[in-house]
């Protein structure tokens, strides 16, 4: 016969709320309950009333995830990596930003889970092909800084995506004056200033 227990149920042990006696065969008496993250997991009766256990282990796991990222960043603080991370937060909230105007002065913004933990944007950098040489660049200069619209680039391939680039189009396509530059193989500070002192007045005109 087992020994009288006191039922908990339906009381709260910090996340843990406990919904009925876990009938295992033991001499220590065991409780369902279930975590304001979801998770069910049993608990030794004690344990809830002593304040030992909290949660499901989600608590830990957040707390972990918190000293990694302080420990993270503080290891990561001088790095290259790190100050991008910092200046797209600076261009993007800063109003006081000398390129603010340019970014979140028009509604660019840094997804959460970059904005809010380095680590995120380290693990994304590292499986992206991030080096020494190479950018952070938005794929869509009006999207936001975030996985889905950003990638590495060097300062040739950044300069074409820029907002301020001169794109012209001959024919049924649309490029970059300088990648036209490049298919007709003339300088392109030339074409460049040419552009500016006349216009596209035409393509014999700027190309010739």
């Not at 069910?40 to 796991?61: E, N, P, Q, T, W």
């Not at 707390?63 to 790095?79: E, F, I, P, V, W």
């Not at 092909?129 to 952070?136: F, N, R």
Request: overall charge positive; glycine content about 8%; hydrophobic content about 30%.
């Amino acid at each position: 016969m087992r020994h009288a227990f006191e039922d908990l149920s339906g009381q709260r042990f910090g996340r843990l709320v406990v919904i009925g006696r876990d009938d295992r065969d033991s001499r220590k008496t065991y409780f369902n309950c279930k975590c304001d993250c979801g998770n069910v997991k049993s608990v030794r009766a004690d344990s809830l009333k002593a304040g030992l256990i909290r949660s499901c282990g989600c608590m830990k796991k957040e707390q972990d995830r918190t000293n990694l990222t302080a420990n993270h960043s503080h290891k990561m603080s001088g790095t290259r990596l790190y100050e991008i991370w910092q200046g797209i937060k600076k261009r993007c909230y800063n109003p006081h930003d000398a390129r603010y105007d340019r970014y979140g002065g028009r509604g660019i913004k840094v997804c959460d889970e970059w904005r809010e933990d380095f680590s995120a944007f380290y693990g994304w950098a590292m499986q992206s092909g991030y080096d020494e040489t190479l950018t952070i660049d938005r794929i869509d200069n009006d999207g936001d800084y975030c996985p889905e619209n950003c990638h590495w680039s060097n300062q040739k391939d950044q300069a074409r995506n820029r907002s301020s680039n001169i794109k012209i189009t001959i024919g049924n396509a649309t490029k970059t004056l300088t990648e036209w530059c490049e298919i007709f193989q003339v300088d392109s500070r030339m074409i460049l200033a040419r552009y500016h002192r006349n216009g596209f007045i035409g393509i014999d005109e700027l190309f010739n």
